[in-house]
């Protein structure tokens, strides 16, 4: 009797010792978004959200979510501070983007050496796969910059055949919202597949507008003053650029034998590409970058090991046109919305 007794013990001490830890019931989770106001970051949350509702229902949890960040994306000490009060809450995991590369770090380091999992979204530490900083983070999904600026200029040359501009001659304003490592690459492959596919084309210094419409349109009416007849076109690096430049050459009526490639879709750049003032958008698939930065965060957090095989996933971008707009699938990259 007593032998049965030890060994009933025995096998319960060892079953407590081998046994699967239960899942927690909730876990804290917090989005901290570089603008709450821009529409591109709102399509990353819709993602975000989506993966939080799927994975609360395959996994049989609760996940506790909050949005912060500032209003504007150009707001890069407030963006630092509510980093700080996050960091402060000791969630279980940080999803984020950040447009102020050298401020970030030491928050990126702070949170990863207190055990939150930090996961990045579109802009990361590095400008994609270069690896940098990759120590202070989790997992970094992004859309390779160099991509973006090879698409439009493809859009762009493609965009003056199609309007029957030779590319002999003329002058390409080029427009960006702030000075980034990682944004410069959009300029820079912009220009590298220009000169190579199209070297008699001239190309503007480029204009930086600090994130501001009003300044982007400032710079954009003032390149047209400047260039005149000689000007063919413009790029546009985000889409609060493409919204200033947009709202320039339609004031200038530009268009019939004008060409304007933006990239990141809004109202503005998507009312101007119908009323024929933008011949191309270079759209991100934002939805799927939050979708996938947000269940990659959930299954480390739940399972204590980060699900991919690489540090960073390069998410492509495509371009939108008149010829596409209107299918499903461009539909829904430019304008997802949560499953019912």
Excluded at 119 to 133: E, H, K, R, T, W
Excluded at 267 to 278: S, Y
Excluded at 292 to 306: D, H, L, P, Q
Excluded at 317 to 338: G, H, Y
Aim: aromatic fraction near 8%; charge should be negative.
């Amino acid at each position: 009797m007593k032998k049965t007794v030890v060994f009933a013990l025995v096998c319960a001490l060892l079953m407590g010792l081998f046994a699967t830890p239960a899942l927690a019931e909730s876990y804290d989770i917090i989005y901290l978004t570089p603008s709450t106001a821009s529409t591109f970051w709102s399509q990353v949350e819709v993602g975000i959200l989506q993966a939080k509702a799927d994975l609360e229902k395959e996994l049989g949890i609760t996940i506790n979510y909050t949005i912060v960040g500032p209003a504007e994306e150009q707001e890069t000490e407030k963006y630092i501070t509510a980093f700080e009060n996050a960091i402060a809450q000791n969630p279980n995991a940080i999803v984020t983007a950040t447009l102020s590369i050298d401020s970030t770090v030491p928050k990126a380091r702070e949170a990863s050496e207190m055990g939150i999992v930090l996961n990045f979204v579109n802009c990361g530490l590095g400008s994609g796969n270069d690896g940098a900083y990759e120590q202070y983070y989790n997992e970094f999904y992004y859309c390779s910059n160099d991509t973006i600026g090879e698409l439009a200029g493809q859009a762009f040359l493609a965009a003056m055949e199609k309007k029957g501009m030779p590319t002999d001659a003329g002058t390409i304003g080029v427009n960006m919202n702030v000075e980034n490592e990682a944004l410069n690459h959009r300029i820079q492959a912009f220009r590298d597949y220009i000169t190579a596919n199209a070297p008699a084309l001239k190309m503007t210094e480029t204009y930086y507008n600090n994130n501001v419409v009003e300044n982007s349109q400032t710079n954009a009416e003032n390149i047209i003053s400047s260039y005149g007849s000689e000007l063919i076109g413009m790029y546009s690096g985000n889409n609060i650029t493409a919204d200033g430049v947009c709202n320039a050459v339609r004031s200038a009526g530009l268009g019939e034998k004008f060409v304007s490639v933006g990239v990141d879709s809004d109202d503005i750049e998507i009312k101007a590409l119908r009323d024929g003032f933008l011949d191309a958008i270079i759209v991100q698939n934002a939805y799927e970058q939050g979708y996938k930065c947000m269940e990659n965060a959930i299954r480390t957090v739940v399972t204590g090991t980060n699900p991919e095989t690489e540090k960073q996933v390069n998410c492509p971008p495509v371009i939108v046109t008149t010829d596409n707009i209107d299918s499903p699938e461009i539909e829904f990259i430019m304008n997802p919305q949560l499953a019912n």
